[in-house]
Nanobody
């Protein structure tokens, strides 16, 4: 099992950047595909970005392509989400998640962090 702790959220203005981090416990971090999800009030939790175990493959939702970048550091058990050109519609609670299945299948994520709030003002 893996425990996940997110950090890096906050209040920013439209056009700003933020980098979210997710620190994982355990010695088998590289066994997990990793993803970032987000959930806005009254909406479903959606997969925003995902990365394969080695980092060689990534997935992005259409709404964030070209603005967000997911990366991972297996030596330090950490996954990142670099968010550039932020928009008010990016406002949500962002969750880090881990999967022993396919990185691009949102329903295969079984382990979750507590979430970090990102608020983008216009």
């Amino acid at each position: 099992q893996v425990q996940l702790v997110e950090s890096g959220g906050g209040l920013v203005q439209a056009g700003d950047s933020l980098r979210l981090s997710c620190a994982a416990s355990g010695r088998t971090f590289s066994s997990y595909a990793m993803g970032w999800f987000r959930q806005a009030p009254g909406k479903e939790r959606d997969l925003v970005a995902a990365i394969s175990r080695t980092g060689g493959y990534t997935y992005y939702a259409d709404s964030v392509k070209g603005r967000f970048t997911i990366s991972r550091d297996n030596a330090n058990n950490t996954v990142y989400l670099q968010m550039n050109s932020l928009k008010p519609e990016d406002t949500a609670n962002y969750y880090c998640a881990a999967s022993l299945g396919s990185y691009y299948l949102s329903y295969e994520y079984d382990y979750w962090g507590q979430g970090t709030q990102v608020t983008v003002s216009s």
